[in-house]
């Protein structure tokens, strides 16, 4: 427990809080439910970006940017969709503020909107809205597009990353000219999600579609994928949604066939946001702090210099200068930590609390021998390595220990995955030993509410490729084909 | 005159309007004066962001985030800022919609928030009041953050990239122990902006003080970059404020210094936006359409075959596959149109539209031959070039292209700067001449106001290094001690 983070397993909720503040990733802001993301925490975000910004264009797509406001008439033209945001949005009335003469500044009524503009929840309405511009025959399709943005969602009961009413996020929208490639489409960047998941976040993740009850507010199909969270509870970590015609047929973006047919456009829109996250923390951190893996962290090697006098620093600090650059060379990134205001006691519980996947440190005796001290912040071990081929040993390292992160937590999902048949224990199970639960349900939105309304569990997913299996819904006793994902979820 | 894109000489306004749209640069939304920036725009955008971003962190500096919502109350803390920024501000009042119950969706009255929101139009009272949070001791500071966002002024009269409610930016705000290390940061960050600008962009900027009259609103000191557009109308294109301690006294934020004292911070802010798109387009770009530098070019060389068979382009190809690799491996970004739904008379219009730098066609006798034709978009000359060799010659052409386009920029600035020293001549070349003068004036803000409503010509800047010379006011024939640059400006 550095710099008081309390435990996970005294108040997890309360841990989590304080690791996101002490660890310098994101604070509260005086806005209600809007966060400041620091430095650290965005300079992680910014590596989630890049490498989501490259595989997004390896599959062939463009960034834009559209309004950060929607006509409040955009907003109500697709049904579903207004019910599911409306009551969460942000409304720009007016756009002028002005003086009272009294020395206070008022919102001034001449200056009142004749239409209410929404910030954007998300930007279907206003794309598809330009989209009927862009397209007239199938030649204009596809159309592959990415935005990242800022969108808002006035939320009640905010937590840092986690649910907060500002957020950041990236929003593909695509337009095609069929159904099957639609499909395609939105199966697609769910692979593309699951695959950035589990192999840079080290999270692995349960791949399904959403029932009715929990599908995007106008969508067709709703693909997810989802992860378990060290507490037991799920996290919904990215979504891709099959549009259908929706949106096309709300707007009215009709295009002309090959063979000279008229029909309504075919859409998809798929998301992950700052969420994220919260998901790479609460999936791998301890009450020592985070754990990053090396593929998303800021400082994958930070080297600490132990020593008394100049003339030993400047030793070190020779040899950490060459080993520097030829790790940089590898594209691994160091920093090496020569503050004399701090003593190594002091740095070495600092990196641990900001999960710096490998710590190097170099004392006097260890310049003597030809060695080095390597700390690695998963397993906690340290060992004494020979300056010889350290380079190498620290790359393998790196990978060992990415695949070493990822290999714990599937290991914990696995074990706190259970096939339940009995409603009872199902409700024990979720009290006592949370985590996903398997089990068989009717297949009906009123059973899947009860079951909610009841146990606070929902149902994550029907996983892709599930097992085909007879049995009866846990609640009802109805024949069911297929187990779900049951799990209480952020 | 391609694509119908009217000529810059017939209508410089309707012309730049044109080429944003026909370019597929831009295009208004229906959201008033906010803009939808299409991908071939953005990935310009991109670019510019990647280069500035690397000389932001070269200097020091991180990125963070901070809301997009301002507290009405924060935004009124220092007078001159809310003053300079009331009048534009886009202000939420309510957090829901609902259904009225006759089918309409309308704002809820219900859920009218206590304290109205400003969405941002910059971020200096949010950020202050945050590293109020962060500063108490000299070993705080420096705070270097900087922050790529969107930002909304709500603006009657729009222009794309120019003037738009919502635009991109980074605005960079630093925290400082002294006002000497403060002056030093703008400073340094006037210098990115003006080596970004002239070369990356390729546009000749003049750096210098703005007048008080012209100074951002909370600054001290406002330092500019000013470019000369073809119009002969100024574009002000990056800006970095000395910002004493205005936003520190504000809100409070004091730090303890090594020797003990308490003070209060220094501050800089700093920014530039997408408006830095207007300036790349109306600098260099002609009536066949854009005119990119290579530096910034999405696309810098476009390869179109020419051929009559099958077995044609597949030669052309085999050859261009080897020809691409190369040219990616130094750097350089290529684009093979293979399409075989247009003609090479068309693709050449649009290459020309969008401004790619150089273009290389190759048919069937060229093959033979063992050349291709070059053709430089800048110049729009033509040569014909041995393939031995080839990728050397286009690597040298870039730089050349990239070089030929600023020295034209500031040739046209220096035939378009003139001392003058008679308000009457002044005037008429204002109308006959327009460009940048270098004029005497009293340095009075009164006069300065004067020569605004008369002429509509406002002081760009007081140019760093200015010479220094007796003259008399052009306006009041006052004493004055130096010439200060004059211009209409966009």
């Excluded at 009272?100 to 919102?107: K, T, Y």
């Excluded at 397209?135 to 800022?150: E, G, K, T």
């Amino acid at each position: 427990m550095s710099k008081g983070i309390i435990s996970k397993d005294e108040d997890y909720s309360q841990w989590f809080n304080d690791l996101v503040i002490k660890a310098d990733l994101a604070e509260y802001s005086p806005v209600r439910g809007c966060m400041i993301i620091k430095p650290y925490g965005y300079s992680i975000w910014e590596k989630i970006q890049a490498v989501l910004d490259k595989m997004f264009k390896d599959t062939g797509h463009s960034n834009a940017y559209f309004p950060l406001f929607i006509p409040k008439s955009f907003f109500s033209k697709e049904a579903s969709h207004v019910d599911g945001f409306a009551k969460e949005c942000a409304v720009v009335t007016h756009y002028r503020l002005k003086n009272d003469g009294e020395g206070n500044i008022i919102v001034d009524e001449d200056a009142k909107l004749e239409e209410e503009l929404i910030v954007r929840p998300t930007s279907e309405t206003i794309i598809w809205n330009t989209y009927k511009g862009w397209i007239q025959s199938y030649r204009d399709l596809p159309i592959l597009v990415n935005q990242w943005a800022n969108v808002v969602r006035w939320e009640m009961r905010t937590r840092l990353f986690l649910r907060t009413s500002e957020f950041l996020w990236q929003e593909g929208h695509t337009a095609h000219a069929t159904a099957e490639e639609a499909v395609a489409e939105t199966e697609q960047m769910l692979e593309v999600y699951a695959n950035f998941a589990e192999n840079w976040l080290a999270v692995p993740v349960v791949k399904g579609k959403k029932t009715s009850n929990e599908r995007f507010a106008g969508a067709l199909d709703t693909y997810c994928i989802e992860a378990l969270m060290q507490d037991g509870k799920a996290l919904q970590a990215g979504t891709s949604h099959f549009l259908g015609q929706n949106f096309a047929k709300a707007f009215d973006v009709k295009f002309t066939s090959k063979e000279g047919k008229q029909d309504y456009v075919w859409a998809t829109s798929w998301g992950v946001s700052t969420r994220l996250m919260g998901a790479l923390i609460m999936a791998h951190s301890d009450d020592a702090g985070l754990v990053l893996p090396p593929m998303l962290a800021p400082i994958q090697v930070v080297v600490v210099p132990i020593y008394k006098h100049d003339e030993e620093l400047q030793n070190i600090t020779a040899y950490v200068d060459g080993l520097s650059k030829e790790l940089k060379a590898k594209g691994i990134s160091v920093k090496f930590d020569n503050r004399d205001t701090q003593r190594p006691g002091f740095k070495f519980a600092e990196y641990e609390l900001k999960g710096v996947p490998l710590r190097v440190a170099i004392g006097s005796r260890d310049m003597q021998n030809g060695t080095v001290e390597l700390a690695r912040r998963d397993t906690k071990t340290k060992e004494t390595v020979q300056q010889a081929g350290l380079v190498d040993h620290i790359e393998k390292l790196l990978e060992e220990i990415q695949q070493n992160i990822f290999t714990k937590a599937l290991t914990f999902r696995e074990e706190n995955t259970t096939k339940v048949d009995d409603y009872e224990e199902f409700k024990r199970l979720l009290d006592e030993k949370p985590g996903f639960l398997l089990a068989h349900w009717d297949g009906t939105p009123e059973t899947e509410q009860r079951i909610k309304e009841e146990t606070k569990a929902t149902i994550r997913c029907i996983p892709l490729n599930n097992e085909q299996e007879e049995g009866k819904c846990i609640l009802t006793g109805n024949p069911s084909t297929q187990r779900v994902l049951f799990a209480r979820a952020y």
